[in-house]
């Protein structure tokens, strides 16, 4: 299959290194050149523009940071939609605005280009291996058609139903995750200015009721002072932002997120936006005067040492 591939970032670049060593005829394009390296050689092509990617492309896929990127992507000039021949398939992976996905699939559709909404969930390291979990949102018949597209790039895929089910869920998931992350530091820490062994604290939390799988992958990169899992303060925010904006419209108030919303915002103001969110754990350490580091854990997050 010809495939377009617009995004190359930390998650784009292995996904779509993944469809490029099936097989598949892959056209790449990003602000920065460089991401691609890796992919062209490999073997996937490069194109200076939107309107390349699409111009001979069955499907195009979009990885980006924010819904501002996926509008300009999409609708603007020489965009997919000005591109992207009649009957060719759109797929969004980006983690955006659930209603601006609705209302983009809407105008793509009178163009005549299916569009499904494929983010994905499960941490940044499993997109290397190809077991990253994908939830699908969009008409299932649409999707039944690209699914061995998907099964080359996913591990778990998950039918959702109707464009922005499956965007509602992945930024539900992220929250979940953040909350996570903050709950874990402090835990740790409360544990650990007790005197309790770094080591002995990770594995009975992983152990116990408390667990979580946060605490299984990123708590181990908090112990190891890396804190490195490729995703920014800046994203955490972006996405924490998503999930107000739909508690705003359904009318669910959001204590936990709210809160963990407000931490990361001082984290950002602390450390800046493009510090690793695992960082936050660095606000309790530099409160309590103590790092939380154990000997003997790794430094990178991969298949290899989570769980």
Not at 200 to 226: C, D, M, P, Q
Not at 230 to 247: E, M, R, S, T, Y
């Amino acid at each position: 299959m010809k495939i377009g591939f617009v995004g190359l970032g930390s998650l784009g670049e292995p996904l779509a290194m993944n469809l490029v060593l099936a097989g598949h005829e892959v056209t790449v394009t990003d602000l920065n050149r460089k991401n691609a390296e890796r992919l062209l050689s490999a073997g996937a092509i490069w194109s200076d523009d939107i309107a390349g990617i699409c111009r001979s492309a069955e499907t195009v896929i979009t990885v980006l940071p924010s819904p501002e990127a996926s509008r300009k992507v999409a609708e603007g000039e020489g965009g997919i939609f000005d591109s992207l021949p009649a009957g060719s398939t759109w797929i969004e992976m980006s983690t955006t605005d659930f209603e601006d996905l609705k209302r983009l699939s809407e105008k793509a559709k009178t163009r005549g280009i299916d569009v499904l909404e494929c983010p994905v969930t499960g941490g940044v390291h499993r997109a290397h291996s190809g077991q990253i979990t994908i939830l699908v949102g969009g008409e299932e018949s649409v999707f039944n058609r690209v699914r061995p597209v998907l099964q080359i790039i996913g591990g778990e895929i998950i039918y959702m139903g109707p464009i922005g089910h499956a965007t509602v869920v992945k930024v539900v998931t992220n929250m979940l995750a953040f909350i996570h992350l903050v709950a874990a530091s402090e835990g740790m820490m409360l544990a650990r200015k007790f005197g309790v062994d770094m080591d002995a604290i990770w594995k009975a939390i992983r152990h116990s009721s408390g667990n979580s799988f946060v605490h299984e992958t990123e708590s181990k990169l908090i112990l190891s002072g890396s804190y490195n899992v490729n995703f920014p303060i800046d994203l955490v925010l972006k996405d924490l932002g998503l999930a107000q904006g739909i508690a705003e419209k359904t009318g669910v108030p959001l204590e936990l997120g709210s809160a963990t919303q407000q931490i990361y915002r001082r984290a950002k103001g602390l450390f800046g936006g493009q510090a690793q969110s695992p960082e936050v754990a660095r606000m309790i350490e530099q409160a309590c005067g103590i790092d939380l580091r154990a000997e003997g854990y790794p430094v990178e997050l991969t298949e290899e040492n989570v769980g």
